[in-house]
């Protein structure tokens, strides 16, 4: 089986590196095809930040593993990183953060295991980007909730549970707030937890969530959430383990799914052999699992 990775920028390459290496050292059954993505092809005039060459090969081959990427700042273009989301409609971004052997936490030292998988809608909400001013003191953005944007993730998120012994998904949102657009993604949410009658639903006010994550993690198993709120709740979850370094990340799409390193390029550490793979790694892991390896 055949595979795209793009190595990245900062620590990217050295990190990525280390886990193929572990991976061979396994035998594990891939081969990899390289490409071009990253600051580097923005800079040579690539918008989107990867080559078309790169884009067509991801296309083919349907995985791509990627290290951590830079966007460059102030020059208008989006985040690589979203923008590849997008282009693949990888609708699903799930964030699985489990207590490490060695990583000392608060949780770990008082023997509280953590085992919490935020599922995040990855490609609507207010990561749509649709901005303008509407005089020079009032800027808008506009939030786009769906009910077909919100069905494939929640549906993703029960699928998730029921294949992998899960019996608990929460969907947290601001509802209270937010009648129309969290409304509807709550609405869709129950509508489809029906056809889950062996998984407990419930949901949960997405400030409250925060206070119980860090107060009472362990009482968490699943988390489903639109864009902007499960990006921030994946980073909280982050902290309870010891930090994005040890936070895999998968964007599920029907057609394309990307695996990665969540953490920055962390450039001051480049090339000092001192980046920690950890995070790379158990996103490796994640994506053998999703290809049926292990």
């Known amino acids: 089986m055949k595979i795209a990775v793009a190595k990245g ?18 035998q594990v059954p891939l081969q990899y095809e390289f490409i071009e993505m990253g600051k580097t ?27 951590p990427m830079e966007t460059p700042k102030g020059k208008g273009m989006k985040s690589i990183n979203v923008t590849a989301r ?30 919490i998988t935020i599922v995040r809608e990855n490609i609507e909400g207010t990561y749509g980007g649709i901005e ?41 949102h601001k509802a209270n707030i937010m009648k129309l657009t969290d409304g509807l993604f709550l609405e869709t949410f129950q509508e489809i ?35 902007l709120q499960g990006d921030i709740m994946s980073d909280l979850c982050a902290g309870l383990v010891g930090g994005l370094g040890f936070a895999p990340s998968a964007n599920v799409g029907d057609n394309i799914s990307i695996f990665e390193a969540v953490h920055g390029t962390a450039p001051d550490i480049t090339g000092k052999l001192l980046a920690n793979p950890t995070s790379l790694l158990l996103s490796g892991l994640m994506m053998l699992r999703y290809l049926g390896l292990v």
């Open 193 to 227: 937890a029906k056809e889950y009658p062996e998984i407990q639903a419930n949901d949960i006010i997405v400030d409250d969530l925060a206070m119980k994550l860090v107060a009472r993690p362990h009482e968490f198993q699943v988390v489903v959430l639109t864009n």
């Open 41 to 67: 092809h923005f800079e040579q005039g690539h918008n989107t930040g990867m080559t078309p060459a790169a884009k067509e090969t991801v296309e083919s081959l349907g995985i791509l593993f990627k290290g």
């Open 132 to 172: 303008h001013l509407n005089t020079h003191d009032v800027a808008i953005c506009r939030r786009i909730i769906s009910r077909p944007g919100s069905g494939q993730v929640v549906r993703f998120a029960f699928e998730m549970a029921r294949k992998e012994g899960f019996t608990k998904v929460t969907c947290a």
């Open 9 to 26: 920028d900062g620590i990217g390459p050295e990190i990525m590196d280390a886990v193929l290496n572990i991976f061979n050292a396994a």
């Open 86 to 115: 997008k282009t693949w409609s990888t609708y699903a971004n799930r964030r699985h953060f489990q207590s490490l052997p060695g990583v000392d936490t608060v949780f770990s030292k008082a023997g509280i295991p953590i085992d």
